[in-house]
């Protein structure tokens, strides 16, 4: 496990030749791979037909640089389309078994501009990207607009800078409150009314660790770290602080919306543009030796 690329190699060090060793599965090495992408060209994380997704970029990038023609990557969460990624975490398997800097310097020379790889170490042949995680972070961020005018000239305002990484609102929200209502969300709940409809064997109880929302230069951010997430619950959260901010709900009322478990309750979902997916955490972490040693960002 302390095998880790420099992803600062050669990015022109080229697919593998005939040198490269082939292995018996049981022998396959299993890759750790952490990546941030920007999500407002995609059309979310799962491949898709005729839709360009971040896992279709990876696995046909994958599939040039090992040459081979069906390379499957299984990603720690299904970001949706417009959703950005600081920290993804990828596993796959390497057939040849290449050396990680060479594998890391020809899959950065081949991704496209808005995919980067940014660590990639050996795994455990166990390790399993999506069922090992411990603690996802989101972080949805807000642009505070002081303009005068309607809802079109407080998104007009945002910077050019922030247009496709935060969604305006009026900077007169009651932060106080907000935290409050925020506290009220952590614990273990029902988040249905925060959630969209999904398949009902995959329940809608989570354990949310902590909800913070954090000042910045004219922008509040939303953190939110939770055992997982359901479909949709990050933006609907972060939609409910905004209304308690805004003071259209009472930061005492949310944990009768929670146990209400009526999704007509919820607010209008925010825009996919300000939310992140910042980190993920693992029990037994394959970047934990790199990280220590300062090597992974």
């Known amino acids: 496990m302390g095998e880790r690329a420099d992803l600062g190699a050669r990015a022109d060090a080229g697919a593998p030749g005939d040198d490269a060793p082939h292995r018996d599965a049981a022998e396959t090495p299993r890759r750790c791979l952490t990546l941030a992408y920007d999500g407002a060209g995609f059309s979310g994380w799962q491949v898709q037909r005729d839709r360009r997704t971040v ?41 040849r078994g290449l050396p990680l800097r060479r594998l890391a310097g020809a899959l950065a020379g081949v991704l496209p501009e808005d995919v980067r790889p940014v660590g990639l170490v050996a795994a455990p042949a166990g390790f399993h990207a999506l069922h090992d995680a411990v603690r996802k972070t989101y972080v949805y961020q807000l642009h505070l607009s002081r303009a005068e005018g309607g809802e079109r000239a407080v998104e007009r305002s945002v910077p050019p800078l922030r247009r496709g990484t935060h969604h305006a609102v009026r900077a007169d929200l009651d932060v106080s409150a907000m935290r409050r209502a925020a506290a009220a969300l952590v ?4 988040f249905t009314t925060l959630s969209k ?15 913070r929302v954090l000042r910045g230069p004219r922008a509040l ?10 479909y949709g619950m990050v933006r609907l ?19 009768e919306l929670l146990r209400a478990a009526d999704r007509a309750l919820a607010p209008a979902s925010l825009p996919a543009r300000g939310l992140v997916l910042a980190r993920v955490d693992y029990a037994d972490d394959p970047r934990g030796r790199a990280r220590r040693r300062g090597l992974l960002s």
């Open 55 to 95: 896992q279709g970029v990876l696995e046909e990038a994958l599939g040039r640089v090992l040459g081979e023609p069906a390379v499957r990557v299984q990603g720690a969460g299904r970001t949706d389309a417009g959703v950005h990624a600081l920290a993804q975490v990828v596993h796959f398997d390497d057939a």
């Open 187 to 190: 614990g273990t709940h029902d």
């Open 197 to 211: 409809a999904m398949p009902k064997e995959r329940g809608t109880v989570r354990t949310v660790h902590a909800v």
């Open 221 to 230: 951010r939303i953190v939110a770290t939770g055992e997982g997430f359901l």
């Open 237 to 255: 959260l972060a939609a409910l602080l905004v209304d308690v901010g805004r003071g259209r709900t009472a930061p005492e009322a949310v944990p």
